[in-house]
């Protein structure tokens, strides 16, 4: 099947950029995804970007995509500690369901 | 976006008994997803629920353990049959509120189970 690659681990100062990178291996993908999940709380749709575009930004977050590669990244901009969180990539084709990757757990260092 | 209440938000079973996990959106959405997230783990799709038929499981997931109710287009409940420690999870109800399948997946608070 399908698969999505995830670091596990990012420790950033804060004040710093962050930069979460994901691969995945579906060629045929429409949308990709980040989600955010707090301790003990639901995952958070921070973004998303169509395999269309290359870059999309909402304040402090950029999205680039690069579908040559099959590279996604999430860059934060002035992380602060309130960012510490898991940081969960996914994506789908057509009408199936979302693949996620393993989350990567951001550490925000004061 | 979407609201999206689940309910028991938390709770401890016993091995062998079975729960009951609710999920209320506040708008009216064709499909809904049920998603499994072991401790430590990214989350697994259990299935796909839609109005009026039957769910459809993913591989692994079969309607015996994990049935699953879709009365209306709001509400959906899945049960956590027979449950065993292996079961204890947060389970995640998810919809797409642009239609079937596009643009955002908003997902609920999660269910935490854990079974002793």
Redesign the interface.
Known sequence: GEDVEQSLFLSVREGDSSVINCTYTDSSST?L?W?KQEP??????LT?IFSNMDMKQDQRLTVLLNKKDKHLSLRIADTQTGDSAIY?C?E?S?????V????TRLSVIA | SAVISQKPSRDICQRGTSLTIQCQVDSQVTMMFWYRQQPGQSLTLIATANQGSEATYESGFVIDKFPISRPNLTFSTLTVSNMSPEDSSIYLCSVFTSGMYTGELFFGEGSRLTVL
């Open positions: 949308y995804y989600y003990g709380a639901g995952l958070q749709l998303y969960f996914a789908r057509g009408n199936t369901p979302l996620f990757g393993k989350g």
